[in-house]
């Protein structure tokens, strides 16, 4: 059998260069994929996910739009908003991720993650249609950490949502596009407030966050390290 070992901070990296492709092709997004899987990493801690399943979810957070490089640059750079024709291919973006990340045995489990980031709670979402808990916990932690940095990020088109605003979208949705559950910690995270405080200049990391990551992959390249050895 192969002897090679990936440490989970190189695992990391690849993952960063695939990111760095989409936000190649889509500069529009630059930072998102970082901001989601930040504050999913936080919500997730505050959900009780922990180690392995806390950092699948923080990488898998960072992927969660990688098949947006399959989308044609004209639909996914238009400068306002989508014809219908246009957002049906666009939703083939969840499909084209998971068939790309399914490529390797090593990145599949995250797939499965990301093929279900824009499933809804009352199952009008898409790909499958899938409802409540039959959607991935991972999928709805990244599922509303995604819509939060859209509403609080400025579009073309659009100014970002006041926090105001953002926040009583995110409670009107509430077992309709998202876990209940779920949105009620959102306001305990600091970089839920960050990310709804304009007042900010900039929205980066929380040190805190990027800390308590660090110390999970060590803890994480650790324990495989031990296992690899026994
Ligand atoms: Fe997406
Ligand atoms: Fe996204």
Not at 60 to 84: C, E, Q, S, W
Not at 101 to 117: D, F, P, T, V
Not at 187 to 212: C, K, M, N, W, Y
Request: net charge negative.
């Amino acid at each position: 059998m192969s002897s090679w070992w990936v440490t989970a901070e190189i695992y990391h990296e690849i993952i960063d260069c695939l990111v760095a492709a989409l936000e190649a092709k889509d500069p529009y997004t630059k930072g998102h994929s970082t901001r989601v899987a930040d504050l999913a990493y936080e919500l997730g801690g505050k959900a009780g996910l922990r180690e392995e399943a806390l950092e699948d979810l923080h990488l898998a957070a960072h992927l969660h739009d990688i098949g947006k490089i399959g989308i044609p640059d004209g639909i996914l750079n238009k400068n306002g908003p989508l014809l219908p024709e246009e957002q049906t291919i666009i939703r083939e973006h969840p499909v084209i991720g998971y068939q790309i990340l399914g490529q390797s045995s090593q990145l599949r489990h995250l797939a499965e993650i990301i093929l279900y980031h824009h499933e809804r709670w009352d199952g009008l979402g898409y790909p499958l249609g899938l409802k409540g808990e039959a959607i991935p916990f991972s999928s709805r932690i990244i599922a509303i950490c995604d819509a939060v940095d859209a509403m609080s990020s400025a579009r073309p088109y659009r100014k970002p949502l006041s926090p105001e605003e953002c926040w009583r979208e995110l409670r009107a949705n509430r077992g309709r596009q998202f876990d209940p559950a779920l949105v009620e910690l959102l306001p305990e995270l600091p970089l839920f407030q960050r990310a709804i405080d304009h007042a900010l200049p900039s929205r980066p990391s929380a040190e805190t966050a990027v800390t308590g990551r660090l110390q999970t992959v060590a803890a994480l390249s650790a324990k495989r390290a031990r296992a690899h050895a026994g």
